[in-house]
Every structure is written in structure tokens, then in C-alpha cells.
């Protein structure tokens, strides 16, 4: 059974009376360890599965960084915010990214960021970390995951091949 989805208007960040035993808790912390010790920018990456845990207990916001046409086309994890890294065909960076974010969910939540494959995440995760969100992780695989052999995706990875819930338009 699946866990209810935090509303929009909710701007999860993590509770100062979490217990430090706290799974979510934990999880966040270890993540954001392994980041420093990579070297990161942001706070770290996190899979699709425990991007999920976090975002169905109202401990995260999950921002969509996708295109509106992917969004549209491929689908999107329900409840979910959108702030676009790259727009169009061109993928034109967006640069208002970091502004829309804010104004969104605010530099003190815990955002966590999702693209196709988790490399647009990865880099909005590092601009959004430089301009100051202290909280902000990419979600590794993406939505749709690498590309197999045969040029496609969905097979290696990604939101939609955990399963995870998802909609299209």
C-alpha cells in the first residue's frame, strides 16, 4: 500500500526534534556525508526509492526539473512541484532556476530534484546549493534512467522502473 502524498503547500523541512534514530533522519545524514566526503556541492544524491520514503512522509518536496513537454508527454510523479533547468527542444537553460525555486519552496526545505536521468538534477542540485539552499539533493536514475543498448530508456533504472507512483497526462 502506498503512503498519502504531501500536499503542494507543504514546505517539509527537517524537523529539529527528529530523533537522530530516526530512519529518514538518518538517511539524510548519511547522504549528506557521502557529499561531503565526494566532494559535492549539494547535499547529495539519494535513489528514487528513498527519494520516495522521504517525499511520502512529508519530509520533502520533490521538484521536477524537467522540460514542460516531458513532463507532459513521459509523465510526472503526482504532487510534485515543476521548475524547469532547460526549456524547449534547444534545452535552453533556464535562468530564473534558482529564483522560481525559491519562490516555490524556499532556501530552508528539503528539496529534492528529478530529470530525466539525474544529470540536469545533479547540476540544478549544484546551482541551487551555490545560491545558498542548504538542503537540496539530486535523485539519482531519474525519471526514466539511462539508455539500455538498444537507445531506450526505462530498463536501467529511474523512477518509473522502481515502480514508484506516476502519472501521465
Same mark, same amino acid.
Given at each position: 500500500?502506498?503512503?498519502?502524498?504531501? #500536499?503542494?503547500?507543504?514546505?517539509? #523541512?527537517?524537523?529539529?526534534? $527528529?530523533?537522530?534514530?530516526?530512519?529518514?533522519?538518518?538517511?539524510?545524514?548519511?547522504?549528506?556525508?557521502?557529499?561531503?566526503?565526494?566532494?559535492?556541492? +549539494?547535499?547529495?544524491?539519494?535513489?528514487?526509492?528513498?527519494? =520516495?520514503?522521504?517525499?511520502?512522509?512529508?519530509? $520533502?518536496?520533490?521538484?521536477?526539473?524537467?522540460?514542460?513537454?516531458?513532463? !507532459?508527454?513521459?509523465?510526472?510523479?503526482?504532487?510534485?512541484? +515543476?521548475?524547469? =533547468?532547460?526549456?524547449?527542444?534547444?534545452?535552453?537553460?533556464?535562468?530564473?532556476?534558482?529564483?522560481?525555486?525559491?519562490?516555490?519552496?524556499? !532556501?530552508?526545505?528539503?528539496?529534492?530534484?528529478?530529470?530525466?536521468?539525474?544529470?540536469?538534477? $545533479?547540476?540544478?542540485?549544484?546551482?541551487?546549493?551555490?545560491?545558498?539552499?542548504? #538542503?537540496?539533493?539530486?535523485?539519482?536514475?531519474?525519471?526514466?534512467?539511462?539508455?539500455?543498448?538498444?537507445?531506450?530508456?526505462?530498463?536501467?533504472?529511474? =523512477?518509473?522502473?522502481?515502480?514508484?507512483? =506516476?502519472?501521465?497526462?
Amino acid at each position: 500500500m502506498l503512503a498519502p502524498q504531501p #500536499s503542494q503547500a507543504t514546505h517539509p #523541512s527537517l524537523p529539529p526534534s $527528529a530523533p537522530a534514530d530516526d530512519p529518514l533522519t538518518r538517511l539524510l545524514e548519511d547522504t549528506r556525508q557521502a557529499a561531503r566526503e565526494a566532494g559535492l556541492p +549539494h547535499a547529495g544524491g539519494l535513489s528514487p526509492r528513498d527519494a =520516495w520514503a522521504l517525499f511520502s512522509a512529508g519530509r $520533502a518536496v520533490l521538484v521536477d526539473v524537467r522540460t514542460n513537454e516531458e513532463r !507532459k508527454f513521459v509523465g510526472h510523479v503526482p504532487d510534485s512541484l +515543476h521548475v524547469a =533547468w532547460a526549456t524547449g527542444t534547444g534545452m535552453t537553460r533556464n535562468p530564473r532556476f534558482v529564483k522560481e525555486l525559491e519562490a516555490k519552496v524556499g !532556501k530552508q526545505a528539503v528539496i529534492l530534484l528529478l530529470c530525466r536521468s539525474g544529470k540536469r538534477s $545533479a547540476a540544478a542540485a549544484e546551482a541551487a546549493a551555490r545560491a545558498g539552499f542548504g #538542503s537540496v539533493f539530486n535523485v539519482l536514475e531519474g525519471f526514466e534512467g539511462e539508455l539500455d543498448a538498444d537507445t531506450r530508456r526505462g530498463g536501467l533504472g529511474g =523512477w518509473r522502473f522502481h515502480g514508484l507512483p =506516476w502519472v501521465q497526462d
